[in-house]
């Protein structure tokens, strides 16, 4: 069963918390904090396996978490870090946030290896925050939250070339006859219900994929039928091949039909069409060739869209259309078609921050951009002071101190420095 869309639900590790400790030996004059750090949460890493070519396995499985960082414990012992959770995917599958549906990451590429969502920071223990004044902190940071998300993989194959048209054409032909595909054939509709690539080789010795893409019917872009599912498999084509009937056997108007699946793709995604460039291969002469001229009237003196015609079942002028093919793809980028990533995590969580009354009359304030923040100020300067003092308060840090009920004279400390609270 050919599956090239799930939704899945991914977290990352939690942040193991710090510990609480002191040191208390017999003969050891100078105890002391000695918490340890809890351990860092695990990653959510997709990877390229060149064995899967479908998202099946995702049917069955939809929760995919990392391990979770572990407390830290006493004599300064780091928590154990939590396990990162690999999962693999095939080659051309594109990550997107469920919710935005913006592109998170593109695993095009042999084997590449992406962290998705990072753990989280595992907490400080108490040994970090003992001071001259407070020699006995009875505090340990938290360890940061894990990520979770819904994500969506979308499956596009890789493939230089596409070939679209009605069933019963004789893509599926084309494709055994120029490739090392070995597709199911028969003389029915939808014989075909999955992409098939095969590897082709012309008579110059040059190679390059091409792509059975079934199912493109009148109304595929709405949802009609198959094509819906596999119009996405377009998209990663650098050229398109119409394969259509130009002996009309099912009595259907070839031209039609090229301009029916012309509007389907422009409905799908207008830019397949501006970027693509397009052949026609007009199949079965063997059987008649009475649309020929007009299809090379039409299409290829009016529209400048080449017509080749050929023959899949007798493997007639088929080197003709391969090296039109080909001249069409030299003149192409030989990088694949890739997407970029849009998808940022929710600024809001990255400035969050919380404050908590330790002890009375000492306030504890943590959050990643206050830690930054601190990071880049030189708070040694009056500027660069006055700079940091304006950052609390817009930030609304100075507010939830006096919401937790701060008074003058209280301390408060921001990763590991300690202030004086003076209105």
Same mark, same amino acid.
Request: aromatic share 8%.
């Given at each position: ?277 397009? %052949? ?29 015609? %050929? ?76 700079? #940091? ?29 300690? #202030?004086?609270?003076?209105?």
């Amino acid at each position: 069963m050919f599956v090239d869309h799930v939704k899945i639900f991914v977290r990352s590790g939690r942040g193991g918390d710090g510990h609480v400790s002191f040191r208390r030996e017999k003969y050891v004059p100078n105890g002391g904090p000695d918490g340890g750090d809890g351990g860092t949460g695990g990653d959510i890493i997709f990877q390229v396996d060149s064995g899967i070519n479908t998202l099946l396995n995702f049917k069955h499985i939809r929760q995919y978490k990392a391990g979770d960082g572990e407390p830290g414990a006493k004599k300064r012992c780091h928590g154990k870090d939590g396990l990162d959770k690999v999962i693999r995917v095939p080659k051309g599958t594109i990550i997107r946030e469920a919710e935005s549906q913006k592109i998170i990451a593109d695993m095009y590429l042999d084997d590449q290896q992406e962290i998705i969502f990072k753990g989280g920071k595992g907490g400080k223990g108490n040994q970090h925050f003992a001071t001259p004044t407070r020699q006995a902190p009875k505090y340990a940071e938290k360890g940061r939250d894990a990520k979770e998300y819904w994500v969506t993989l979308e499956l596009k194959m890789l493939a230089d070339v596409g070939l679209v048209g009605f069933p019963n054409v004789g893509k599926s032909t084309l494709l055994s006859m120029v490739s090392n595909a070995q597709p199911k054939i028969a003389d029915y509709h939808f014989t075909t219900l999955s992409p098939n690539l095969g590897v082709v080789t012309n008579r110059f010795g040059k190679q390059f994929v091409m792509a059975d893409i079934p199912g493109i019917i009148e109304g595929a872009s709405d949802g009609v039928g198959l094509g819906f599912n596999f119009l996405r498999h377009i998209e990663r084509t650098k050229v398109i091949v119409h394969v259509v009937d130009a002996a009309g056997t099912e009595g259907r108007d070839p031209k039609s039909d090229i301009l029916t699946i012309i509007k389907e793709l422009d409905k799908y995604n207008p830019q397949i069409l501006e970027t693509k460039p397009q %052949i026609i291969a007009a199949n079965k002469i063997d059987i008649s060739s009475e649309y020929i001229a007009e299809l090379t009237e039409f299409f290829e003196i009016g529209r400048g869209i080449k017509v080749v015609p %050929i023959s899949a079942a007798s493997n007639s002028n088929l080197q003709t259309l391969l090296q039109e093919i080909d001249t069409l793809l030299s003149s192409l980028p030989v990088d694949n078609i890739t997407f970029e990533p849009e998808f940022v995590e929710d600024e809001i969580s990255k400035e969050s921050f919380t404050v908590s009354e330790i002890e009375s009359g000492y306030f504890a304030v943590s959050g990643v951009g206050v830690e930054k923040m601190i990071g880049y100020t030189s708070l040694d300067s009056e500027k660069g002071f006055a700079f #940091f003092q304006k950052y609390l308060r817009d930030k609304g840090i100075i507010d939830s101190l006096e919401q937790a009920g701060i008074k003058e004279g209280d301390t408060v400390r921001i990763y590991d420095i300690e #202030f004086e609270y003076y209105k």
